[in-house]
């Protein structure tokens, strides 16, 4: 069947898309370029349609999130992938959409933004089954992504996405609330609030979207695949040199906050796809770095409480193997109030034992892992600050120049 890709009012592409499997299998006609997905590739001028069936695949519900077989059952579908044309490929993440050819829509009139959708992909998601034969499949969650259940659904009018934790901790909703507790406490960049709620005794974690019908998030993994990657460069330096290339201000100054806080929550998953960047949908203008969301998948979720250890070798994405080796990126850490973080420790048992899921030698054990990567993150501020005293001034140095370690060199 054939579609138009649209970013929002703006046609971009035609494509012909297998209904069965979803697959694009031909880009039809080219119609403004500027407005494709950032990082597709682009061969002779047109868009190359393995890049493309890459990006749309990549909008679909991953095969590994947690239930997803027996949703597929409840949704009467064999593939994620077969979701994604039920909703037009309509997101709450971006304006992207496809519209089709032979009965075209007017945005205005489907978007998730401004009108009600299902939620019957969201029930079937969390292993829910709905009333009544036929199922509605018209859903932003169609194309959520993550390992985590998740749904998006409207309360009192507001676009929210509720996220559940894993077996057999459900730690990762309380993770979501005690990093949003640490964002306000150190007062540097922006974030996403996450909430808790209870439901028959299960915790979620929820927030509302920071997408707005003017605006599209465009993840780090996009932005890294926007330009070949030298052999020479760091995938670190690579994703800057990305940033710089297609203007997008702050990201250096917001990755420093990012490896920090990291850091602190002993995030194990923040892989590019974890982070990104916001820009205009109409000017496709950078407004800077997207609000850190998604920090649930830390503080040792899913280690049993012997392997809690603050000044173990905790792995670390995207940019080193290990947090210890990570962190050196991140520069100076003379902004961190160590002094707000004092009781966060405290606060987080609070939260840790209103759950019927972690027990007491647990939650001594994380509030102790806690407290111990604060500590860690303040003797390596200290071990900075020594260094740069030691280390003598340009106008020192130029101020003994008959030092016998002195030479000039011509």
């Not at 579609?3 to 035609?14: A, F, G, I």
């Not at 997905?37 to 190359?48: E, F, M, R």
């Not at 054990?365 to 806690?370: K, Y």
Request: with cysteine; hydrophobic share 35%; glycine share 6%.
């Amino acid at each position: 069947m054939i579609y138009t890709l649209m970013n929002k009012h703006t046609p971009v592409v035609e494509l012909n898309i297998d209904e069965d499997t979803g697959a694009i299998l031909k880009v039809a006609q080219v119609i403004h370029p500027e407005y494709l997905p950032v990082g597709i590739t682009i061969i002779k001028g047109l868009p190359d349609r393995k890049s493309l069936n890459d990006w749309w695949r990549g909008r679909s519900i991953p095969a590994s999130r947690s239930g997803i077989r027996e949703a597929l059952d409840i949704l009467n579908v064999s593939y994620t992938e077969q979701l994604l044309t039920k909703c037009y490929g309509l997101s709450l993440s971006d304006q992207y959409w496809i519209n089709p050819k032979k009965h075209p829509f007017k945005w205005e009139d489907i978007n998730f933004f401004h009108n009600p959708f299902s939620d019957d992909v969201g029930n079937a998601l969390f292993g829910q089954t709905t009333s009544g034969s036929e199922l509605d499949l018209l859903s932003p969650c169609n194309t959520s992504d993550g390992w985590l259940r998740k749904r998006w659904k409207i309360i009192d009018g507001e676009r929210c996405l509720i996220k559940s934790g894993s077996n057999p901790f459900q730690q990762e909703p309380l993770n979501e609330v005690i990093a949003t507790s640490l964002h306000r406490r150190l007062n540097r960049a922006a974030y996403v609030p996450y909430r808790l709620i209870w439901e028959d005794q299960i915790p979620y974690s929820i927030c509302g979207n920071i997408i707005t019908p003017e605006t599209e998030l465009v993840s780090a993994y996009n932005i890294y695949r926007s330009a070949k990657k030298r052999n020479h460069h760091s995938v670190y330096e690579h994703f800057l040199l990305c940033c710089e290339h297609l203007g997008i201000p702050g990201m250096k100054e917001f990755l420093n906050y990012l490896l920090a806080f990291d850091f602190l929550i002993a995030n194990t998953d923040r892989h590019l796809g974890n982070f990104g960047a916001i820009r205009y949908v109409d000017t496709l203008a950078w407004l800077g770095p997207a609000p850190i969301y998604d920090s649930g998948t830390s503080l040792w979720h899913d280690q049993v409480t012997g392997a809690i250890h603050p000044g173990g070798d905790v792995s670390s994405q995207p940019f080193r193997p290990t947090h210890a080796q990570q962190i050196s990126l991140a520069g100076s850490l003379d902004w961190i109030d160590f002094s707000a973080l004092r009781d966060v420790d405290e606060e987080f048992r609070a939260l840790l034992l209103a759950s019927p899921y972690i027990d007491e030698p647990r939650t001594d054990a994380l509030c102790q892992g806690l407290k111990g990567r604060v500590r860690q993150l303040e003797q390596l501020a200290l071990k900075q600050r020594q260094h740069e005293s030691m280390v003598p001034s340009q106008d020192e140095i130029e101020l003994e120049p008959e030092s016998p370690d002195f030479e000039i060199k011509l």
